[in-house]
C-alpha cells in the first residue's frame, strides 16, 4: 500500500513558509510525509489598506480554510492569533504548538533615542504598525509617540524602518524569533506583556483539518501541545464573548504557575483612539474566569 503524503496548505510569506516546515518536521517525527501548497489569501493581496479598513474576518485564514474544505489540502497551518474564533463548522483546529515568546517588541533605528531611555523618545516618533491592538496600547505608554500604518511581512517592514520611513515600528517577538533575523542594528526592546498585552494565542500555531478527516486528527493529536492550549483557550474565549477579531484593539495574555495558578492580563479600547481599559485576574481555577474578564473589561 502506497503510503499517504498529506498537502498543508500555507500563505507564502517568509514566516509562513517557516511555520509550515516546522509542521513538516514534526510530521515527519510521528512517521507522516508531507508537501505543501501555497495559498494567496486577501490579507496578502491587499496591502495598501490597515487591517481595521479590510472588510470582514479571516483575512489570512479564509482562504486557506476554503481549500481545506473542497479537499485541496489536509492540513492548514495558521497563526493562531488570525483564526477567527467562530471558523466553519467542518473544520476543527486538531493541535496548537509550543508557544514562542508571547511579548511584541519595539525596534528603533539607533538615532531616536539619542543616548535616551525608551520612556524619553522624542514627541513626535513615528511608530510603525496597522494593528488596532498596538496602536491603543503603545500610544497608552508613550504619548508622546504618533503611530502610522504599515504592511508587509516581517523583512519588509524591517527594510521600511532602515530605510527611514518610521523612527521605529512594532512586532511580535515570534516573528523575530522563528526567522532568526539579525536586528544587531536596531535597538530592541522586548514589551511587558502584562503591561503591552499581546493577541490572544500569539505566538502559537495552529493545525486544523477536517472534522471527518479522523486519520488526520489521530495523527496531528500526537504533537499536540495540551498545556498551551489550557492557556491559549482562555484568551479566545475572551475574544469571542467580546465578539471580535484580530482587528479589534484587545490584548489576552494567560500564563498559568508552577501552583496551577492561572494569571490573566487584558487590555481594550473601543477603537484605536479611545482610552484603555486594564485587567489583571488571577484564579486557581478556570471556572468562570472567562466571564469575570468579560465582566471587567465590559464594565469597568
Not at 490572544?200 to 493529536?221: H, M, Y
Not at 473601543?270 to 474566569?289: C, K, M, N, Q, Y
Request: with cysteine; charged share 25%.
Amino acid at each position: 500500500m502506497t503510503k499517504k503524503i498529506v498537502t498543508i496548505g500555507t500563505r507564502g510569506s517568509d514566516l509562513a513558509m517557516w511555520q509550515a516546515h516546522f509542521l513538516q518536521s514534526e510530521l515527519q517525527r510521528i512517521g507522516l510525509e508531507s508537501k505543501l501548497e501555497i495559498i494567496s489569501t486577501k490579507g496578502d493581496r491587499i496591502q495598501d489598506l490597515s487591517f481595521n479598513k479590510i472588510e470582514g474576518k479571516g483575512f489570512f485564514t479564509k482562504e486557506i480554510e476554503d481549500a481545506l474544505l473542497d479537499g485541496s489540502i489536509d492540513i492548514a497551518v495558521h497563526s493562531m492569533k488570525d483564526l477567527p474564533t467562530n471558523g466553519p463548522e467542518d473544520l476543527v483546529i486538531a493541535a496548537v504548538s509550543y508557544r514562542e515568546k508571547v511579548n511584541d517588541c519595539l525596534l528603533l533605528r539607533k538615532n531616536v533615542l539619542d543616548g535616551q531611555t525608551i520612556h524619553h523618545m522624542p514627541r513626535g516618533t513615528v511608530i510603525g504598525t496597522s494593528s488596532a491592538r498596538r496602536k491603543c496600547q503603545i500610544k497608552d505608554i508613550f504619548p508622546q509617540v504618533v503611530t502610522k500604518d504599515i504592511r508587509g511581512n516581517v523583512p519588509t517592514r524591517l527594510a521600511k524602518l532602515r530605510s527611514g520611513d518610521f523612527d521605529g515600528i512594532l512586532l511580535a517577538s515570534a516573528g523575530l524569533e522563528r526567522l532568526k533575523l539579525d536586528v544587531s542594528d536596531l535597538d530592541v526592546f522586548h514589551l511587558n506583556p502584562k503591561e503591552f498585552v499581546p493577541a490572544p494565542a500569539q505566538g502559537v500555531l495552529a493545525f486544523q483539518c477536517r472534522k471527518v478527516d479522523v486519520e488526520t486528527r489521530k495523527a496531528l493529536a500526537q504533537i499536540h501541545n495540551s498545556e498551551v492550549a489550557s492557556q491559549i483557550m482562555i484568551e479566545r474565549k475572551v475574544l469571542n464573548m467580546m465578539e471580535g477579531g484580530c482587528q479589534m484593539p484587545l490584548g489576552v495574555y494567560c500564563e498559568k504557575d508552577q501552583d496551577g495558578y492561572y494569571h490573566v492580563s487584558a487590555a481594550f479600547a473601543e477603537h484605536a483612539d479611545a482610552p484603555i481599559r486594564r485587567v489583571f485576574t488571577s484564579r486557581s481555577t478556570t471556572d468562570g474566569l472567562v466571564q469575570i474578564i468579560f465582566d471587567l473589561l465590559k464594565n469597568p
